[in-house]
């Protein structure tokens, strides 16, 4: 095999390895009019794989963030109707408190009747609150209609019971507004553990002064039954109806049922019985209605005027009970917003981190670029000068 060395094949190579450099030259050029390094990823496959792992992450991040941000603006609807609800069961305190006094006519009761029936109808529209976007706040997922209707006297849920859970950085979910059962229908009554109520048609005078679980290690969330005899004995029976107390009742006494003190003021009557049990949950607005309920009554004969005292002070331990329910809703809610906060300082901090691992392999080292382009060019004018004094030699200028 022989290689034979022409005028033309150094003419070729001249060429070739001036359009080299001229391709060298023009790459360095457009690099440095976009400031990247990764023109195509024939120049870095690796590198341009991963930057392009980088971008989905930074568009995942991105998807997070809106994510957050529609939360923050539904949670912040939900701080806003709480609030308006927990005013309102403010003023119906208010009011519960004021429809006790012994000073107010059965007029009076029946006035504030007439405002906490207006309260009550404020406190649905609350619950039935829209986020503004054309869904509704306490819905569940089911939140494409008003969640709360009033359905032959009381009101009836739409929705469901499931609370959605969003994330909003990776592997961080926050929960979304509660289902409207959570907040206005599974409220406990009482005092949220423990509740008493007189049977009805107690024919005596006997009121629940107020109770409270005095002893936790002996109330057992059983259900007893205080009855009364004749010159105020009374026995205490479980829920079997054995006697596990006894005793006789003074006005004002307190009665200790297995570590629940129930203090009854006034004197029952024979037959007269006050149950004792754990406190049961009921809708805030059938608990709204009683109330309103033991101010339209009119009593005439003091075992009446007990009876509705008994049902004011029973509305108003619950009313109270669910003042404090809406307080912890709130709480909740206050959490998920804190929880937001958090995961936007995770999004940012990974946010930089991704960019700076970004920059690090697509941005250009200007100061090592123009470096290398002058040496290009240096190369390039020197490679265009050997080809002009290629030009003028031939092979026969040897022969002679």
């Given at each position: ?86 005013d309102i069961m ?243 809610g206050g959490a998920q ?64």
């Amino acid at each position: 095999m022989s290689n034979r060395i022409s005028t033309s094949m150094l003419y070729q190579q001249s060429i070739a390895s001036l359009q080299s450099k001229q391709a060298s030259l023009a790459r360095l050029q457009q690099q440095l009019g976009t400031g990247q390094k990764l023109l195509t990823a024939k120049d870095d496959p690796v590198g341009a794989g991963a930057a392009v792992g980088l971008d989905r992450a930074l568009a995942e991040l991105e998807r997070f963030g809106k994510n957050g941000d529609a939360m923050r603006h539904r949670l912040g609807m939900q701080e806003s109707a709480l609030s308006q609800a927990g005013d309102i069961m403010g003023r119906i305190t208010e009011l519960t408190v004021r429809a006790n006094s012994a000073s107010l006519s059965d007029g009076d009761r029946k006035a504030i009747g007439i405002e906490i029936t207006s309260l009550r109808d404020s406190l649905l529209e609350v619950a039935n609150s829209p986020d503004g976007t054309g869904r509704y706040l306490f819905g569940g997922t089911q939140d494409g209609s008003p969640p709360f209707t009033r359905v032959a006297g009381s009101v009836a849920y739409g929705g469901d019971q499931t609370q959605r859970q969003v994330e909003v950085a990776p592997q961080l979910f926050v929960a979304d507004t509660l289902p409207g059962s959570e907040v206005f229908l599974r409220v406990r009554t009482g005092d949220g553990r423990a509740d008493v109520d007189a049977q009805a048609g107690n024919a005596g005078t006997g009121r629940i002064g107020s109770f409270s679980v005095a002893d936790s290690t002996r109330w057992d969330g059983g259900r007893y039954r205080v009855e009364f005899g004749a010159e105020g004995a009374y026995e205490v029976r479980d829920a079997a109806g054995e006697v596990v107390a006894s005793g006789t009742h003074a006005d004002g006494d307190a009665i200790d049922v297995a570590g629940v003190h129930v203090v009854i003021a006034g004197a029952p009557a024979q037959g007269d019985a006050f149950e004792v049990g754990p406190a049961a949950t009921r809708d805030v607005f059938a608990t709204i209605d009683r109330l309103i309920g033991a101010l339209a009554l009119d009593p005439t004969t003091a075992p009446q005027r007990a009876d509705q005292q008994n049902a004011l002070q029973g509305a108003m331990r619950d009313i109270a009970t669910a003042q404090a329910h809406l307080i912890d809703a709130r709480a909740s809610g206050g959490a998920q917003l804190a929880a937001l906060d958090s995961a936007d300082g995770l999004r940012d901090a990974q946010g930089v981190t991704i960019e700076t691992t970004l920059s690090g392999l697509r941005d250009l080292d200007y100061a090592e670029a123009i470096a290398q382009f002058n040496l290009e060019k240096v190369a390039l004018d020197a490679a265009q000068l050997s080809f002009v004094q290629m030009q003028r030699l031939s092979l026969f200028d040897l022969l002679r």
